[in-house]
Structures are given as structure tokens and as C-alpha cells.
């Protein structure tokens, strides 16, 4: 894959862009799910946009996974040694965990509930850990 990326004139520019707007595709994604359990925008009903949100994370996510793979095979051991690259992956893992934490603690009673206050702490959290993996995603390239 590196080779490829290599190679070409303009597989890294397009795998990059890729890369950013799977990214993008996220954080928005998540931003928005965040804002509907946060409260926001109570005129839409919940769990068809929820579920609509969390397929299209899912999706954004693993292209976000293949392309950045592909993305640090060009330079792998300067990325891994990078401490921007290296702040963005235990944010990362930050993240998922608190999308697990989440996931137990956020069961409403009824679709017209609202959710507790351990799962709404949890929304506002998870804005701030995918807003600094895009925070450190960027720096990846300054440092």
C-alpha cells in the first residue's frame, strides 16, 4: 500500500482527502447524536435519527480506519513516534470507551424520556474527546 501511495501523483492527495472527510463525517455524526441526547432539537424524533447517526459513524469510522492505515504505511515510524499521532490514538481509545460507558448507562425509560444525567455528562464528553482527536489529528503534520 505504502508503494502504491508512493507511486502516484495522486493516490496520497485523494486517500488524504478521503481520510479527512470519513473524519469529518465523525465528529459531525457524533456532534449531532451528542446534541439530541444533550437535548437539542427535541422536535425530531429520537431513535430513528439516532440510529440513523450511528450507521452513518459506523461507516465514516471504518473508511477513517482503512485510509488512515493506508495514510501511516507512507511513514510509519515516524508517525508512530510522533506524539500528535500518539495523543490521537489514546483519545481514540478514550472515546470508544466512553461510547461503551455510554452504551450502559443510557437506556431511557421510554423513547420520550429523557436520558439520565450520567448519559448526558457522557454526550457532552464525547463532543470534547472527538473535537480533540480532530485537534490532534491536525497537529499530527506539525509536530
Same mark, same amino acid.
Given at each position: 500500500?505504502?508503494?502504491?501511495?508512493?507511486?502516484?501523483?495522486?493516490?496520497?492527495?485523494?486517500?488524504?482527502?478521503?481520510?479527512?472527510?470519513?473524519?469529518?463525517?465523525?465528529?459531525?455524526?457524533?456532534?449531532?447524536?451528542?446534541?439530541?441526547?444533550?437535548?437539542?432539537?427535541?422536535?425530531?424524533?429520537?431513535?430513528?435519527?439516532?440510529?440513523?447517526?450511528?450507521?452513518?459513524?459506523? $461507516?465514516?469510522? &471504518?473508511? /477513517?480506519? %482503512?485510509?488512515? *492505515? !493506508?495514510?501511516?504505511? #507512507?511513514? +510509519?515510524?515516524?508517525? @508512530?513516534?510522533?506524539?500528535?499521532?500518539?495523543?490521537?490514538? $489514546?483519545?481514540? &481509545?478514550? /472515546?470508544? %470507551?466512553?461510547? *461503551? !460507558?455510554?452504551?450502559? #448507562?443510557? +437506556?431511557?425509560?421510554? @423513547?420520550?424520556?429523557?436520558?439520565?444525567?450520567?448519559?448526558?455528562?457522557?454526550? &457532552?464528553?464525547?463532543?470534547?474527546?472527538? *473535537?480533540?482527536?480532530?485537534?490532534?489529528?491536525?497537529?499530527?503534520?506539525?509536530?
Amino acid at each position: 500500500m505504502a508503494g502504491a501511495l508512493k507511486a502516484s501523483f495522486y493516490a496520497y492527495p485523494l486517500v488524504n482527502a478521503l481520510h479527512i472527510l470519513s473524519i469529518g463525517m465523525v465528529v459531525g455524526a457524533v456532534a449531532l447524536m451528542d446534541l439530541r441526547i444533550l437535548g437539542l432539537a427535541r422536535g425530531v424524533e429520537r431513535e430513528p435519527f439516532l440510529r440513523l447517526m450511528r450507521v452513518t459513524v459506523a $461507516v465514516a469510522f &471504518a473508511v /477513517a480506519v %482503512l485510509t488512515g *492505515l !493506508a495514510l501511516f504505511s #507512507v511513514r +510509519a515510524r515516524e508517525y @508512530a513516534l510522533n506524539p500528535a499521532f500518539q495523543a490521537k490514538l $489514546v483519545l481514540l &481509545a478514550l /472515546a470508544g %470507551l466512553n461510547f *461503551l !460507558a455510554f452504551r450502559r #448507562v443510557a +437506556a431511557p425509560a421510554a @423513547a420520550d424520556a429523557a436520558y439520565p444525567p450520567a448519559a448526558k455528562a457522557l454526550a &457532552a464528553l464525547s463532543m470534547a474527546l472527538w *473535537l480533540s482527536v480532530l485537534v490532534a489529528g491536525r497537529f499530527i503534520g506539525f509536530l
